[in-house]
């Protein structure tokens, strides 16, 4: 079952996908496209042309887990599509809450955040 909590990383693929794959496809995206590790830990999100359909893929404990859903009506709004400037290695990272108000069909670009403290990312 996938837990969407706070320090759980989670990345779109920003280019759409060929909702055919399968495990080894969607690794593959991961892998190369991505630049990241399949077996992380953290969920890879991906979606179709006509965004009608979605897919997640994470390793879950013991082997990698496809999440799918399909759409009857209307679509995702991708939170890609609100990135002013996308990366060229075809990646964007989004929160969990992000990724749960797009699956809930809450129209993100009408969202408004409110301020939060949040701690200083440290480099080690």
């Known amino acids: 079952m996938i837990s969407l909590v706070h320090h759980l990383k989670i990345y779109a693929c920003t280019q759409p996908t060929d909702m055919r794959k399968g495990f080894d496809g969607l690794s593959g995206i991961v892998a190369h496209l991505l630049a990241e590790d399949p077996l992380?830990?953290?969920?890879?999100?991906?979606?179709n042309r006509t965004r009608d359909r979605l897919k997640i893929l994470y390793w879950d404990r013991d082997g990698l887990a496809i999440w799918y859903k399909r759409l009857e009506r209307g679509t995702f709004q991708f939170p890609t599509d609100l990135v002013k400037d996308p990366s060229p290695?075809?990646?964007a990272q989004i929160t969990p809450n992000q990724l749960a108000l797009l699956l809930g069909g809450v129209e993100l670009s009408t969202v408004r955040h409110r301020k939060r403290y949040a701690l200083p990312d440290i480099k080690k």
């Open 40 to 47: 992380s830990g953290h969920l890879f999100l991906f979606r």
């Open 89 to 91: 290695s075809g990646k």
